[in-house]
């Protein structure tokens, strides 16, 4: 009861900080985890045939691959184009921030046409963007804002890693997150379903921030991947290597490499 009294008290003093802070993505990110959990409530905890599982990790990863590619850049442009033109110095300055960070992911996309499958190289987009210069932000040409980041982890990994990186990042979480909907996963129905909502919520938050640069935000990463590896284990104690683990090990070592050689 102890333990359970001061997760309680944790988890109130979080939700207040996040009323003091008023930061809009992570609300995002706890409203889509609180929908998807109680989906997968009504549902009556779906669950997927582990065989199923690699169908759905790759189906899943080419999807949003081509989502990243050819669509999500098409729906910038038909919004940039209803935002206010440059000449007009006082609407540029009452540019919101999705706006604003709209204008960066265009730019983005122009680096990534330079390099589509390998990317620019890891840690090179502050330094790659300065040759696209933002006229429409008025932040950049008035004030000497330099951008560091385009504030959406995806667009990062396809700009600096390219389409066989955003791939593989894209198949190892839905890996793991359809693992958790295993018909075999030894964790207990209500830690898969947080587990699962959890994973949702933190992609909401990496397609409107840089959680991967924080580390509060690796920490929750590294526990939701370590919580939904440990699911997927064997119920046998019996040490083995399957061919699944070994495959899994050799994406990350290629995840890796692609992340830091480039």
């Keep these: 009861k102890l333990w359970y009294r001061l997760t309680l008290v944790t988890i109130g ?37 582990a065989s199923r599982v690699w169908i759905y990790s790759l189906i899943t990863s ?18 940039a184009s209803r935002l206010p033109k440059s000449d007009d110095i006082t609407q540029i300055a009452d540019l919101g921030t999705i706006a604003e960070r709209s204008k960066v992911w265009i730019k983005t996309y122009e680096l990534i046409e330079e390099n589509k499958y390998w990317g620019i190289g890891s840690g090179n987009w502050k330094v790659e963007i300065t040759r696209n210069s933002l006229p429409d932000i008025y932040k950049v040409q008035d004030l ?32 793991l997150s359809f693992s958790l909907l295993k018909t075999d996963s030894i964790l207990n129905v209500k830690a898969r379903r947080y587990l699962f909502s959890g994973f949702m919520g933190f992609l909401v938050i990496m397609f409107f921030s840089f959680p991967i640069e924080r580390i ?21 104690k019996e040490a083995n290597i399957s061919f699944s683990k070994l495959l899994i090990a050799v994406l990350l070592i290629i995840s890796v490499l692609l992340m830091h050689l480039f």
């Design 144 to 175: 000497n804002i330099i951008f560091n980041r385009p504030h959406n982890e995806f667009l990062k990994i396809l700009a600096e890693n390219g389409i066989i990186g955003l791939f593989l990042f894209l198949f190892i979480f839905s890996y």
């Design 62 to 79: 080419a999807l949003g691959s081509l989502f990243f590619i050819f669509i999500f850049p098409m729906i910038l442009n038909v919004y």
């Design 13 to 49: 003093l979080q939700f207040s900080t996040l009323l003091l802070l008023r930061t809009r993505t992570v609300w995002m990110a706890l409203v889509v985890s609180a929908l998807i959990y109680f989906a997968l409530y009504l549902l009556k905890n779906p669950q997927i045939k």
């Design 216 to 236: 509060e935000h690796n920490l929750i990463l590294t526990f939701l991947l370590a919580m939904s590896y440990f699911s997927i284990q064997p119920q046998s």
